[in-house]
């Protein structure tokens, strides 16, 4: 029997539109040293954090091996070091495996991002295409979603209004939540009269660019019960990859999300996942993703996103309590603050946002255009 | 002599010298044996452009000589084998100057069996791009006090509270200790040159799509109250690339290097540019 | 921020990640864009396994990993909408001052629908299972905009 993982210790600064006071590094440590803090633990060879896993994007930090620049700020400086490319959530995947693995003990988990450094990210996420097919139409993880916003409305009960919901009860979330201090609030006409972006994605849809920085220390649990009260376990872990091009995809299948979702749960030994979670925190860069997501999760009906809206589905059942990544978190780290999210409200740490006696979660991250990945991870604690 | 992917292996040998380009050979020259196994031994002999091919048993006098299997050798002439693989494998061997041979093998037109006619080549399409994205770099609190110093012709330093030691330019943290610097010191300008790098190929500079003059000098400069390791790295003025001394410590042997000074822009920003390069401080 | 962070010391410099490329189309890729280019053609392959003809083309089927370099297929250059987008955020990357239409075009012979502009038709007016057709670009760029773009035709 592998043994237990948990989550010990989260931190995050705040996310803002532009934290231009700020260099990644200084970001970092205003993560690392509330996590040492907490815990009490050093990078000493023999008991202390054995590896840091940072998240960063290379586009966005434009630096290649972005890692490499946050050495010193990761601790990571002549110890073990790996970074996570491709969503930061993915990071509990793979210090899960170095710890069962028996590598290490301890991990330090540290993500930064600023999206307010490139001129447009738009322009960064344009990267993510190919020169020779889809770059030359312009294509970015903008009109990406457009398209399958489309394809998701064509295929669902989700309209318009449904939408502003979502954004309007986003920005009445993050009001509660310190670490987004500058989520605008607006009302469901507001989110209703804002111009379209990519239609039928409106401007007050799309998560606002952010700058922050998230990390966790992740335990074997003796380690953990050593320096947690309440270490969070990372009982399932799935993830799932689908086509590149987005002609290759049924765009509102959520073909990825489902294997992903069905991995975790197997792992986790959950048949019925419906009333299983008590938070739900699903990374949703643009407002119809919330409704898609929880479908693709199963923990709504196939088709029924918008009458779950309408019927208050998500107050009753938790979701994004954090005002989630509508509330403004950057591209990379969204996940990795949903894990993060889900670990405070299980740690009783939730503050104004706490779900009472919450004892098991889901966090869920995506990249790549229009939900090309997928990872789910199930959280839960004794 | 046997056939092999439909292909007579003479036939592949024997039409070496009228398939090599010679417009393509000007000025190489030299001796390159192929050793078939049971398709025999050959030279193949090159000279002013013109090659010559015989049967040849004793290969001690080419250049390189490739050793193979008539097999493998048909094979990666029709393109069936890759030769790297088959190289990997151990099915061929290149002795000698390796180099050589393979910029022979580039000289021959592909064989084509009798009677096919060569298809048009597909060209290969590539695309020269260049990705430009604007940045808005923060500096922070930490560099940005140490650039700052630069235009005020300081150059700062910070010190770790626990080790003592000087970084410049300053981190937020000490990553031998992992707490924060917190002390600032005043270093240099002058010092001694540790490390000379003569860099003859600059790449684009992907901060400002520049790309540098070369050859140029990228130095570790040791300045005065820096000890050890703790070099700033920077420019050298190119003009006195052959008249500086790199300074070493090798087995507690001290050899100072060259002394330099900075010499600074006019115009200064806020940037590490503030110092155009070091100098002899002669 | 935090009220007691001082940004005394801090500012900001303006500058750029430029970094030169060159790109290879690889080889299935070259056949496709010179015969794009050249004859005004559009071509697939087709993975008899999966009984999949793919556009753009492709080396290998991602599905079943069969080879796919000699299977070409040539598709039509007309099809129809199956979704769409328009896009209305101006940035230098777009290949078009906004708004504009992204269209997925399903062309005929065609099982997966490549991503292109659609002009000609006010995007309002634009719907799902349109007929339309490519209009091929005067000047090569050696990419997928040898076709400039599609417009609506008769079905």
Known sequence: MARRVGICAVAQTTYQRDKWHERFQGMALEVLEPLLAQTGLDFSEDKGIGMSISVSDDIFDARTISDNGMTDVLGAHMRCEEKIAQEGIQALYYGLAAIQGGHVDAALVLGHCKESQPKSRNMVTHMAFDPFYTRPVGLDFTAAAGLQAQAYADRSDVGDTHLADIVARAGRMAQLNPATPETPVWTREEVLASPMLADPIRAHHAYPVSDGAVGMILAAEETARAICDHPVWITGVGNCMDSFFLGDRDLASNFALKQAAARAYQRAGIDQPHDRFDVVEVSDQFAYQQPMWMEGLGLVDEGQGGAWIAGGGPDAMNVNRSGGMLAGNPLILGGLVRAAEVALQLMGLAGERQVADARCGLAHGVMGPAGQFHSVAILERD | MTTYFGVDVADVIETMPSRFRKEAAAGISGRFGYDLGEAGRWRLAVRDGDAALAPAEDLDDCLAVVATDPQTFVGIQLGKIDATEAMALQKLTVAGDRGAFGSITRLFQKYLPPGEEALPDTELVVLKQTISVGQTFATGPVMGRFLKGLKQKKILAMRCPVCGRLQSPPREICAVCRVRNTEWVEVGPKGEMRMLEYVYYASPDPLTGETRETPYGAIGVLLDGCRDEEVFWHLLNPAQLDRVQMGSVIDGQVRHGSRLRPVWAENRTGSIDDIQYFELDD | ?155
């Open chain 3, 1 to 155: 921020m935090q009220s007691d962070f001082d940004t005394s010391d801090c500012y900001t410099i303006e500058g750029k990640l430029a970094l030169p490329y060159t790109y290879f189309a690889g080889r299935v890729g070259s056949r496709f864009i010179t015969t794009l280019r050249d004859q005004h053609k559009i071509m697939g392959v087709r993975c008899d396994a999966c009984d999949t003809v793919f556009v753009p083309p492709r080396q290998t089927c991602e599905r079943c990993l069969g080879d796919l370099t000699d299977s070409w297929c040539e598709v039509g250059s007309r099809g129809r909408v199956v979704n769409f987008t328009v896009v209305r955020y101006p940035d230098r990357h777009l290949p078009r001052p906004v708004p504009y239409v992204l269209a997925m075009i399903l062309l005929e012979g065609a099982d997966t629908p490549i991503v292109h502009l659609l002009e000609g038709i006010p995007p309002e007016q634009v719907a799902v299972d349109m007929a339309v057709e490519a209009v091929f670009a005067e000047t090569t760029t050696h990419t997928i905009r040898d076709i400039d773009h599609f417009k609506p035709c008769d079905a």
